[in-house]
């Protein structure tokens, strides 16, 4: 439904959920413009700014006129080729409100609206001027005017690792400095928002920051000279998205950002998702080394190793980090001397490639830029090109430094510069027919729909940090906040849970639950092969077993921070697949299996003992078979610092 008022000098147009619940009111009131969004009748935002800020150039904010308005119903199902879901309906209301000023230049934009059962979404549109084709934002005036008793999880934006931070729960009024999206919310009223952005390209990355209105205002990542982008006209920006729901639950299932995202412009039918195991934890706890010498970890042998490993284990792919020149001496400063595709003395990649290639194995190859973003582009095109002739289709990129190195300036990962690198890296292994797996990376902002070939990313605490860095309730953190931007390489499955060196603060139960809970598209074994093998080849089954791609998510409990519970079906078969953690404390769960299809289902189910603890007894796992169905209730037990992990087999 589309409404229009109007009332002395205000003009108020409203757009209207599908299913009638969302309202949002687009408000041109002494010639400046604000929005308003509220669910049921109660407020979620109240009267927000909306503008842009240009350097040299009056705002696009004051004096406005509306000189047109468009509206349509939009509602089609398509279809995902990997991921949580086979397929994602996007139905939504538009609106879109032509504005100009009234005086002087008389210049125009376009606001356009979309309203959907699950939440709303804006942008900007700035058609070519009389005077100029090309802008310099300043800042962005949007604003997300919010009860300041509402409850907010959220990481620090602007730190030195990016995105690597613990989340903490707080009060929007005590939100004194930026934080990043999706910065997720409970409202005093009872809804569960999430703030983010959609379809970010050629643009800084948004975060929000308190302003003195005690608005949440968008803070657009800036550059080295203190603007946030140039951009050519006509432009686009990025889709400011509020995802609104009823529960926590029902947010972890939202995805808008994918329906705000164009479709695959080539055709991208050569993506395939992938489960690997890699040389790299045992270098996390000091076995091996990335540098060359007497330990060092990428060589041609312990690669071949490797492949023989993953065919014994049935694993697909191999990731192989520390086989280029530049790993010598302190590499977190030596960045700028990474060669990618120079090999080191005892690591030879067309060896290595046509020996898993003939075991039909996947090479993961390693791109660690540590942020000398000049450097890589310099050898960019070689670098891919390197791999492809090698028949290498997939590679995990990093850029651990803290700032990037663009143009010989220090620039944020997040700001213009760093979104338009990222982008050239995945057009790129696009061309290349290479997927992507982005470790310090942009955020998600659902462009997977576009490029397929972009199949995870990094982008929050992973366990790497464990040792000391990650409590268990971190993971139950992520499905409400993280994950609501695209999936994620957590580097699951590490088993050796009391090495000395990387000490894991989880049960075994729980590192099989991650492969459900926290999904990504290029799912890691982390751990070495043969504490899988010969220490825990049962606990393994599990890992081998669960897909990497799937046609449905039903998320089944949870609370934010507190734990989750989530069941996936397969895409390939009738199988589903459920996984639950918690955080330090225990509880019991009771899972209603009415979701399944009808029929009899053998599950195994790998939970915590009774006596598991993620500190005293890690190792406590109890292995179990039934035969259950769509009656049939699951009462399970989770450790502290637990969880489990179920597999549903149809027979």
């Not at 939009?74 to 504005?99: C, K, V």
């Not at 803070?219 to 686009?236: C, E, M, Q, W, Y």
Request: aromatic share 12%.
């Amino acid at each position: 439904m589309f409404k229009w008022a109007k009332w002395h000098d205000t003009a108020i147009k409203e757009i209207i959920s599908p299913n009638g619940r969302i309202k949002c009111q687009f408000t041109l009131k002494d010639n400046r413009i604000f929005y308003t969004i509220s669910k049921d009748e109660k407020p979620i935002i109240r009267p927000s700014n909306l503008g842009l800020s240009l350097c040299g150039e009056e705002p696009f904010q004051n004096g406005l006129r509306l000189i047109r308005t468009t509206r349509r119903i939009h509602d089609e199902t398509f279809n995902m080729p990997w991921g949580e879901e086979s397929q994602i309906r996007d139905h939504y209301e538009e609106a879109a409100f032509y504005l100009s000023e009234s005086e002087k230049s008389h210049r125009i934009f376009t606001v356009r609206f979309r309203v959907f059962d699950e939440g709303v979404a804006f942008r900007y549109e700035i058609p070519p001027q009389p005077k100029f084709q090309r802008i310099t934002i300043k800042d962005e005036q949007t604003e997300f005017k919010l009860d300041l008793n509402t409850t907010a999880w959220k990481i620090p934006a602007y730190q030195p690792d990016r995105y690597e931070y613990n989340y903490e729960k707080t009060l929007v009024y005590d939100l004194a400095h930026p934080v990043h999206t999706p910065l997720t919310m409970r409202t005093p009223n009872g809804f569960y928002l999430a703030i983010h952005e959609a379809a970010l390209y050629d643009y800084g990355s948004m975060t929000l920051v308190l302003d003195n209105n005690y608005a949440l205002k968008s803070d657009i990542t800036p550059l080295s000279d203190g603007t946030r982008a140039h951009v050519n006209l006509p432009f686009k920006t990025p889709w400011r998205v509020i995802m609104i729901a009823d529960s926590c639950l029902e947010l972890t299932t939202n995805r808008m950002i994918y329906a705000l995202n164009d479709p695959p412009k080539s055709d991208f039918s050569w993506v395939k998702p992938l489960k690997f195991i890699g040389i790299w934890w045992a270098m996390y706890v000091g076995e091996w080394t990335w540098a060359p010498g007497e330990r060092h970890g990428a060589t041609t042998a312990h690669a071949k190793e490797y492949i023989d490993a993953a065919v014994r284990l049935g694993i697909s792919g191999l990731l192989i980090e520390g086989w280029n020149d530049g790993w010598e001496g302190n590499w977190l400063e030596n960045g700028v001397n990474n060669k990618f595709t120079t090999t080191t003395p005892d690591f030879n990649l067309e060896e290595v490639a046509n020996y898993a290639k003939a075991k039909g194995v996947e090479i993961v190859g390693h791109h660690e830029t540590v942020g000398f973003v000049d450097n890589y582009e310099q050898q960019l095109d070689d670098a891919y090109n390197y791999y492809a002739v090698n028949d290498v289709h997939y590679i995990k990129t990093g850029y651990a430094g803290s700032m990037m190195v663009i143009n010989g300036r220090r620039e944020f990962h997040h700001s213009q510069l760093g979104v338009n690198h990222y982008q050239k890296t995945l057009e790129l292994a696009a061309k290349k027919h290479i997927c992507l797996d982005i470790h310090e990376p942009i955020k998600g902002t659902g462009i997977e729909r576009t490029f397929p070939n972009l199949l995870s990313r990094e982008g929050a605490r992973g366990q790497e940090y464990e040792g000391g860095a990650l409590l268990p309730s971190h993971a139950c953190y992520l499905p409400y906040t993280r994950l609501l931007s695209g999936g994620m390489d957590y580097t699951s499955g590490i088993l050796d849970i009391t090495n000395n060196v990387k000490r894991i603060s989880t049960t075994i139960a729980r590192q099989l639950a991650y492969f459900v809970t926290i999904y990504s598209g290029m799912a890691m074994a982390a751990d070495r092969p043969f504490i899988y093998e010969e220490r825990f080849p049962d606990a393994f089954n599990f890992i081998r077993n669960v897909p990497v791609n799937f046609a449905k998510t039903i998320p089944l409990a949870g609370e934010v921070g507190e734990y989750y519970v989530v069941a996936r079906k397969d895409r390939d078969s009738e199988n589903w697949y459920i996984g639950g953690v918690t955080d330090e404390n225990s509880r019991s769960v009771h899972i209603n299996l009415s979701f399944l299809d009808d029929g009899v289902y053998r599950a195994k189910l790998y939970c915590d003992s009774p006596d598991a603890h993620y500190r005293e007894n890690p190792f406590g796992i109890n292995i179990s078979e039934k035969h259950v169905g769509r009656s049939d209730i699951l009462d399970i037990y989770l450790a502290p610092g637990g969880g489990f992990a179920i597999e549903l087999i149809r027979q």
